[in-house]
């Protein structure tokens, strides 16, 4: 079975296109390179053994994305390339409803055209009303509350409607909680572009040096330490639940909204503290106001994962932390090269 992966050489997509190898796909991958490296491609064959095709196209160019589908003939597409900064998103809205909406419309049309209805798609925790009790259950209210957000949720609601009108579609929109680690080879990892708005990366960054200290916006929430609690997962299990959701939507036509996290909460402190034990020194901090949006707790109700996708997480946050912190250690060297 070949499976298309759009945005494979992201972040998550690249975790997601080793573990389709590992677990038997030919996988093709396409991306406009607007947030990753040209490197990955090459790097994602190294580490497969194989030569994974790539494509350098935008999702938006319909003629590059028709010839990408006739030549290559995919049975399915994992739907990762998309833009995802939230503060940028505030800024410039329009600009991530063109990306995000028109890729996936494209995508959509040329898929019909080909006939390939099967999808998985990179959805997120964020669509959630930041106001629903916790867990949050795939059932909880929507209210995403940015730009960037509003596209996960407008895109959902267009996968809905989608097979609501055709119902040989099979769609599982994945909510991701907070995806955090990198391969443990530490040959792929987060790498984001300028100061990381994301804890994680931003701890590594403190950790190397790069950084000078860690800012924990907000000591005052009402969670045990008073710093804000997220449900990390590590970005392979992540990965790992994708292939999982591809043999669900090969059995069956559906739309389904699954969440893929942990179930378990991870305050800033704990997760400091995690990493330190990796470290085995201390991260300098400073507690500072709150970020403007954010929530005091989130985690998932796993239980949907579970009974359809048969899919557990493996690792934990001490995991994550040493994966993150092997990939900082692996990029500061290539910087010295
Ligand atoms: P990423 O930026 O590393 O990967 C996305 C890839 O999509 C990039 O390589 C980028 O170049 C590509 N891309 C963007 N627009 C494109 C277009 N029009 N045509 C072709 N390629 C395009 O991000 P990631 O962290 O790997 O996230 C993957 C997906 O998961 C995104 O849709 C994101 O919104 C979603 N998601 C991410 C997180 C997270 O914390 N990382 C959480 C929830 C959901
Ligand atoms: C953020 C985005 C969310 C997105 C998710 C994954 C916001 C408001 N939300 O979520 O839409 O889906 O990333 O990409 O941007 N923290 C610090 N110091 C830092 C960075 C973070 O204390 O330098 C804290 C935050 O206050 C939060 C926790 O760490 O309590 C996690 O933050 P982050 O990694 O940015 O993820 P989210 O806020 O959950």
Not at 53 to 74: C, G, M, N, S
Not at 126 to 138: C, F, G, H, N, R
Not at 273 to 288: D, H, S
């Amino acid at each position: 079975m070949k499976i298309l992966v759009t945005g494979g050489a992201g972040y998550i997509g690249s975790h997601t296109v080793v573990e389709l190898v590992h677990a038997g796909y030919d996988v093709v991958l396409v991306d406009n390179l607007s947030n990753s490296s040209p490197k990955t491609p090459d790097v994602l064959s190294s580490m497969t053994g194989r030569a994974l095709p790539f494509y350098e196209a935008d999702l938006r160019d319909r003629e590059a994305l028709q010839r990408i589908f006739r030549t290559e003939k995919p049975d399915g597409v994992i739907h990762l390339a998309g833009w995802k900064a939230v503060g940028e998103s505030v800024k410039l809205p329009l600009s991530y409803y063109q990306n995000n909406l028109m890729s996936t419309i494209t995508l959509l049309e040329v898929m019909e055209e080909a006939d390939v209805r099967n999808l998985v798609f990179s959805s997120s925790a964020t669509v959630y009303d930041q106001a629903a009790a916790m867990p949050l259950k795939e059932t909880s209210g929507i209210e995403a509350g940015n730009p960037y957000g509003r596209t996960k949720e407008f895109i959902e609601k267009m996968l809905r409607d989608t097979w609501e009108a055709d119902k040989e579609w099979s769609i599982v929109s994945l909510r991701y909680f907070n995806p955090a680690g990198a391969h443990p080879s530490g040959r792929i990892g987060e790498k984001p572009n300028g100061i990381p708005n994301n804890l994680m990366p931003y701890l590594s960054q403190v950790a190397a040096g790069v950084r000078e200290e860690l800012h924990v916006f907000g000591s005052d929430y009402p969670t045990p330490d008073g710093t804000g609690v997220r449900d990390y997962i590590h970005v392979c299990d992540l990965a790992a639940g994708h292939v999982r959701a591809l043999e669900v939507l090969s059995d069956s036509c559906r739309y389904e909204e699954i969440n893929l996290g942990t179930g378990a909460g991870t305050s800033v402190l704990e997760l400091v503290q995690a990493y330190e034990q990796v470290l085995g020194r201390p991260i300098p901090l400073k507690m500072v106001e709150r970020r403007p949006g954010d929530a005091a707790v989130s985690f998932a109700d796993t239980h949907k994962a579970v009974a359809l996708l048969q899919w557990k997480p493996e690792r934990g946050v001490q995991d994550m932390c040493r994966d993150a912190w092997r990939w900082e250690q692996q990029q500061a060297a290539e910087v010295l090269q």
